[in-house]
């Protein structure tokens, strides 16, 4: 009865959707659009009436420039809309990529808002209780309000809020990263989505599946601090926190938790076995130290703006691994996991977070895909930095009774994940961002999950990856840098692999490869 209720207002919010009609803006495509000139003025002008703060710029040893910019009107973003702009030694265009809306002015007359910033996050709050059970139990974290301009499912301009908060319940442990915009002029909700991006000292680690091993003797010893005789998991990089399987939805919320790294006598920690696992702490810290010295050596950048902090033992018997928007948080598993701070687990939920402070990547419709996809293929990549190989099996070490969760060779072996651009489903964005809120199973049908459309990228990087003069860091060097320059907010299947495609060219790889791996999974570059 309640899956038929749920339906019925899915049906209703489409219906909604396609009836209402309103002076449209438009949403132009850098990469598609004809340029009058290969000016940079030719590209800014596509969008008349706002301004491009520049978010980052780059100059190359060939003389060839880079720049990602923000569209702006009247002071305020352009939410999700970037321009990156690629000219040669001339000043001339080589490269475009993002989107741009024009015509905002037709919708948007003035940017003066009715709500204030704490009134927008209230609205926010009490539409998220009224649509989620045990109201009364979630705690509210970060939680933040920016004034923002909205591109709605139609073009529709609006001068909005996007509310962000963390909410959690004490037990069993329910995070939820809530992304709202609130109408700044009527206090209308717009659009509502969960986007919380899911999945020298020594001692014991692994789990059943991979086997026992000990760091300093198997491994290199863990990189800890120490006073006296008292260590922590702390470097210069990497924190990791023991949470003693509480939630963040206690009632200081994320406050009320243990914040202090996990201390131990020096120099052997055993802290502690758990559901098949011998130290899910050391193992944490360990593989966090891996993935932030991947980054580091490859590319010389670090994965975050801040060090890394790991929380571990998250909530209890939480079979789920997240990135909350500043951490990478880590639980015990239960029945379909053992605790999910294996290598490639880690370094995907930590690439969660690389993501957010490159591209910005949206967690939904098919830029949520390649988010979800990009972070699969780090976990490749981590295993091959720290191993040499890798088998192309995402949370293979982690899973109790399957041989992974994932499989890039063949995505469709889950029985859930797609393989080509022609399988992937998004009926509007208002009926699918309720989807990733209610999370029935008519969804299935009419939007496809973000962890199942990450197969069509997944297969595309494999295919490189085993290509002929090709292995997993050379593959993984194209999609970071099209992560770091090519890549916006609003990235579509089709504009992600020409930003990988252009990223080939600027590192001297072969294009022609990977127009061929792209070609297998329905994308003609």
């Given at each position: 009865?309640?899956?038929?209720?749920?339906?019925?207002?899915?049906?209703?919010?489409?219906?909604?959707?396609?009836?209402?009609?309103?002076?449209?803006?438009?949403?132009?495509?850098?990469?598609?659009?004809?340029?009058?000139?290969?000016?940079?003025?030719?590209?800014?002008?596509?969008?008349?009436?706002?301004?491009?703060?520049?978010?980052?710029?780059?100059?190359?040893?060939?003389?060839?420039?880079?720049?990602?910019?923000?569209?702006?009107?009247?002071?305020?973003?352009?939410?999700?809309?970037?321009?990156?702009?690629?000219?040669?030694?001339?000043?001339?265009?080589?490269?475009?990529?993002?989107?741009?809306?024009?015509?905002?002015?037709?919708?948007?007359?003035?940017?003066?808002?009715?709500?204030?910033?704490?009134?927008?996050?209230?609205?926010?709050?009490?539409?998220?209780?009224?649509?989620?059970?045990?109201?009364?139990?979630?705690?509210?974290?970060?939680?933040?309000?920016?004034?923002?301009?909205?591109?709605?499912?139609?073009?529709?301009?609006?001068?909005?809020?996007?509310?962000?908060?963390?909410?959690?319940?004490?037990?069993?442990?329910?995070?939820?990263?809530?992304?709202?915009?609130?109408?700044?002029?009527?206090?209308?909700?717009?659009?509502?989505?969960?986007?919380?991006?899911?999945?020298?000292?020594?001692?014991?680690?692994?789990?059943?599946?991979?086997?026992?091993?000990?760091?300093?003797?198997?491994?290199?010893?863990?990189?800890?601090?120490?006073?006296?005789?008292?260590?922590?998991?702390?470097?210069?990089?990497?924190?990791?926190?023991?949470?003693?399987?509480?939630?963040?939805?206690?009632?200081?919320?994320?406050?009320?938790?243990?914040?202090?790294?996990?201390?131990?006598?020096?120099?052997?920690?055993?802290?502690?076995?758990?559901?098949?696992?011998?130290?899910?702490?050391?193992?944490?810290?360990?593989?966090?130290?891996?993935?932030?010295?991947?980054?580091?050596?490859?590319?010389?950048?670090?994965?975050?703006?801040?060090?890394?902090?790991?929380?571990?033992?998250?909530?209890?018997?939480?079979?789920?691994?997240?990135?909350?928007?500043?951490q990478m948080t880590f639980g015990d598993g239960k029945d379909l996991f053992y605790p999910l701070v294996v290598l490639d687990v880690t370094a995907h939920e930590?690439?969660?977070?690389?993501?957010?402070?490159?591209?910005?990547?949206?967690?939904?419709?098919?830029?949520?895909?390649?988010?979800?996809?990009?972070?699969?293929?780090?976990?490749?990549?981590?295993?091959?930095?720290?191993?040499?190989?890798?088998?192309?099996?995402?949370?293979?070490?982690?899973?109790?009774?399957?041989?992974?969760?994932?499989?890039?060779?063949?995505?469709?072996?889950?029985?859930?994940?797609?393989?080509?651009?022609?399988?992937?489903?998004?009926?509007?964005?208002?009926?699918?961002?309720?989807?990733?809120?209610?999370?029935?199973?008519?969804?299935?049908?009419?939007?496809?999950?973000?962890?199942?459309?990450?197969?069509?990228?997944?297969?595309?990087?494999?295919?490189?990856?085993?290509?002929?003069?090709?292995?997993?860091?050379?593959?993984?060097?194209?999609?970071?840098?099209?992560?770091?320059?090519?890549?916006?907010?609003?990235?579509?299947?089709?504009?992600?692999?020409?930003?990988?495609?252009?990223?080939?060219?600027?590192?001297?790889?072969?294009?022609?490869?990977?127009?061929?791996?792209?070609?297998?999974?329905?994308?003609?570059?």
């Open positions: 009865m309640q899956g038929k209720k749920i339906t019925s207002l899915l049906y209703i919010v489409l219906a909604c959707t396609v009836m209402s009609q309103a002076q449209a803006a438009e949403v132009v495509s850098l990469a598609q659009v004809k340029l009058k000139s290969l000016s940079t003025d030719a590209v800014y002008s596509l969008a008349a009436d706002s301004t491009f703060s520049v978010i980052k710029s780059e100059n190359l040893k060939d003389g060839s420039s880079y720049t990602k910019s923000q569209q702006m009107f009247k002071g305020v973003p352009v939410w999700g809309y970037q321009a990156v702009v690629s000219t040669d030694s001339f000043g001339s265009v080589m490269n475009r990529h993002g989107y741009v809306v024009s015509g905002i002015s037709q919708d948007v007359q003035d940017v003066t808002a009715k709500l204030t910033s704490v009134e927008a996050i209230a609205f926010a709050k009490a539409d998220f209780m009224k649509k989620n059970i045990r109201s009364s139990e979630w705690i509210f974290d970060n939680m933040n309000a920016v004034k923002v301009i909205f591109i709605d499912d139609s073009n529709v301009a609006k001068l909005a809020y996007r509310v962000s908060f963390l909410a959690d319940t004490k037990t069993p442990g329910n995070p939820f990263r809530g992304e709202f915009y609130i109408d700044a002029k009527t206090a209308k909700i717009l659009q509502a989505r969960n986007i919380l991006a899911n999945h020298d000292a020594t001692g014991p680690g692994g789990n059943l599946k991979t086997g026992k091993y000990h760091y300093g003797v198997d491994f290199p010893a863990l990189d800890a601090t120490a006073n006296g005789n008292q260590c922590q998991l702390k470097s210069t990089n990497v924190a990791t926190i023991d949470l003693k399987n509480e939630g963040s939805g206690n009632p200081n919320g994320d406050s009320g938790l243990n914040t202090t790294p996990h201390t131990f006598t020096c120099s052997e920690n055993t802290d502690r076995e758990i559901n098949g696992a011998y130290s899910p702490l050391n193992d944490a810290h360990f593989f966090g130290t891996t993935v932030f010295n991947m980054y580091q050596t490859w590319y010389g950048v670090n994965p975050l703006k801040t060090s890394l902090t790991l929380r571990v033992h998250y909530a209890k018997e939480f079979e789920n691994a997240f990135w909350d928007g500043k930590v690439s969660h977070g690389f993501t957010e402070f490159n591209s910005g990547l949206e967690y939904a419709n098919q830029s949520g895909g390649i988010n979800e996809a990009f972070s699969d293929i780090a976990g490749e990549a981590a295993e091959y930095f720290a191993r040499g190989k890798n088998d192309f099996l995402v949370g293979g070490e982690v899973a109790k009774n399957l041989e992974a969760l994932r499989f890039m060779a063949d995505p469709t072996k889950d029985g859930k994940s797609i393989d080509n651009v022609s399988k992937f489903v998004w009926t509007n964005d208002t009926i699918c961002m309720l989807c990733t809120i209610l999370r029935n199973e008519f969804c299935a049908s009419v939007c496809t999950d973000v962890h199942h459309s990450s197969g069509i990228y997944n297969k595309a990087f494999h295919l490189i990856a085993t290509s002929n003069g090709w292995d997993t860091k050379k593959a993984f060097d194209i999609f970071v840098l099209a992560n770091q320059k090519f890549w916006t907010p609003k990235t579509t299947f089709a504009d992600g692999a020409k930003g990988v495609m252009d990223a080939a060219g600027q590192l001297k790889y072969n294009q022609d490869d990977v127009k061929k791996a792209f070609a297998a999974v329905g994308i003609n570059l």
